[in-house]
């Protein structure tokens, strides 16, 4: 499959935001959340604009429990024309089993592999070649139905258990899942250890390879307060699409080398998490580097359960506010985004861990303390 082509269109104003809480930031829930909840949830988030929605997983009850009911899910969503429903299938019986749904199954599926042997081992239990290999039968599998794949990258800049990962170890795993037909790569901070400089460092390498920003996506985790910034990095080299959970729900539980492949930032997308603060400082770095996809969480839902002390997915709002601040398009309402991620947090009986939810809500109810009853403004 030609991954090399011209990046031009990652110059555009448009970023797309990819949604995970419904998946990413409800997975690793202890108590288990109602269908009806999840349905609810989904479909305020449909009404805020999103046009990607993950919103579950086929993999087995036994490991995640919390994704179990994946068939009644999508089975009672209210599917909005020109969404995008989404669906983690990392094997060949769970491609199947979204086939069999017929139009009641995913409109596209997500697969993932990662750049660290340990972490590919602990988390899926098999090597990184082993992974791919599965992959690649169900892609295959998925593109004969005319099934869109999209594929994601976990610990693209640091693991839990080898710490600092090298570009090059990155670069390949992308051109093997451009190579089976992904129509996009999403790089995921997964520990939220990644910075403005490591973010760039990966785009440079990735896009050296002839992969365009326009074909990735960033996921980022905000354990150390950098998923914004690393966001914003990645817009700057021309990301356009960005993972995110609303509320910032969710994490990862275990708590110049990019673009010398010639790997264009059109390709790929990016997908932070928020340990160390940095997701905002690297999706922005991958922002300027051409990126215009960009994974997240409402409310900051999920993380990675590996990670000690990881706080989690970059929150959609707090990604939001940083594209419009920027002047990029997204075509999401941030008060209807807000108000899903309010709606789910209090299920959960969590904190909203998105800054700028927090900051809109505490404003709402001082404009409701300080607004006269029966006022007039002329």
């Keep these: 499959m030609n991954r090399r082509h011209n990046s031009s269109s990652s110059k555009n104003n448009f970023v797309r935001i990819f949604e995970v809480g419904p998946r990413d930031g409800l997975q690793n829930e202890k108590v288990q959340v109602p269908t009806p909840i999840k349905v609810e949830f989904i479909n305020r988030l449909s009404r805020t604009g999103l046009k990607l929605i993950e919103v579950?997983?086929?993999v087995s009850p036994k490991w995640v429990p919390q994704m179990g009911d994946h068939v009644e899910v999508l089975a009672a969503i209210d599917r909005i024309p020109g969404i995008r429903y989404s669906a983690l299938t990392p094997n060949v019986q769970g491609i199947n089993k979204v086939l069999s749904l017929g139009n009641k199954g995913a409109d596209e599926i997500a697969i993932f592999s990662a750049a660290s042997e340990s972490f590919?081992?602990?988390n899926i239990n098999?090597?990184?070649e082993t992974s791919l290999q599965r992959f690649n039968e169900v892609t295959r599998i998925a593109r004969e139905k005319n099934l869109q794949v999209r594929g994601s990258i976990s610990c693209t800049?640091?693991?839990?258990?080898e710490g600092k990962i090298k570009p090059s170890q990155v670069v390949p795993i992308v051109e093997k899942l451009f190579?089976?037909?992904?129509?996009e790569v999403a790089l995921a901070d997964t520990i939220g250890v990644g910075t403005p400089k490591s973010i760039k460092e990966l785009l440079q390498a990735i896009q050296s390879s002839g992969i365009s920003a326009s074909k990735l996506a960033i996921h980022c985790h905000d354990t150390y307060g950098q998923a914004i910034a690393n966001i914003a990095q990645a817009l700057d080299m021309g990301i356009r699409c960005v993972d995110s959970s609303v509320a910032g729900l969710g994490g990862c539980p275990y708590a110049k080398a990019i673009q010398s492949s010639g790997i264009s930032a059109s390709k790929l997308a990016i997908h932070c998490h928020d340990t160390y603060g940095q997701a905002i400082a690297n999706i922005a770095q991958a922002l300027d580097m051409g990126i215009r996809c960009v994974d997240s969480s409402v409310a900051g839902l999920g993380g990675c359960p590996y990670a000690k002390g990881a706080s989690g997915n970059v929150a959609t709002e707090d990604v939001l506010y940083l594209l419009e601040g920027l002047g990029y398009e997204t075509g999401v309402d941030l008060n209807r985004l807000i108000d899903a991620g309010?709606?789910?947090t209090d299920v959960l009986n969590r904190e909203n861990t998105s800054k700028v939810a927090r900051a809109i809500l505490c404003k709402r109810q001082d404009d409701?303390?300080?607004?006269?009853k029966n006022s007039t403004t002329k």
């Design 56 to 58: 579950t997983s086929f």
């Design 120 to 122: 590919s081992k602990k």
């Design 126 to 128: 098999c090597s990184i």
């Design 157 to 161: 800049v640091g693991c839990p258990y």
């Design 179 to 183: 190579d089976m037909g992904c129509y």
């Design 342 to 344: 309010q709606f789910i």
């Design 368 to 372: 409701t303390k300080t607004t006269p």
